[in-house]
């Protein structure tokens, strides 16, 4: 397996292992006879090119494909084909780490402006005249 590019970092292959089952799904009797499904492991706390920002960041996103061993596990069997399930689990791995790669911006405390306080107050009154003006039902027998 050779390195996977992933944006500005590439991510050495002796971190990725692969290993291959059956696929599930139709494929008639070629499915009993191929291992076209691909598990891909990437031992990402290996990877020193790795800043401890960056790592949690990619913990976070792939929280849920982590295995026992702190593995993140990607599965593809979208394909019939060996090597094609083999590239898009590569791809989901690469945009998994160019992802995390991504500072999220911090959220910065903003206030009502006047207008929308405004606008919401007149909203409150049309609703609070709509319902006044309803009044009481006489009954006249």
Known sequence: ME???????????????????????????????VSSKVDLRFAFEEMAELTGEVRERLRNLAKNLIDAEGRIAVISQKTRDQKMNIEDAREKVSALVRASLIRPKTRRKTRPTLGSKLRRL???????????ARGKVSRDD
């Open 122 to 132: 007149d909203g409150k009154k049309q609703t609070s005249d709509r319902k006044q």
């Open 3 to 33: 390195d996977l590019p992933c944006g500005s970092l590439v991510v050495p292959a002796r971190l990725l292992s692969v290993t291959f089952a059956r696929a599930s799904g139709p494929g008639g009797q070629n499915v009993n006879k």
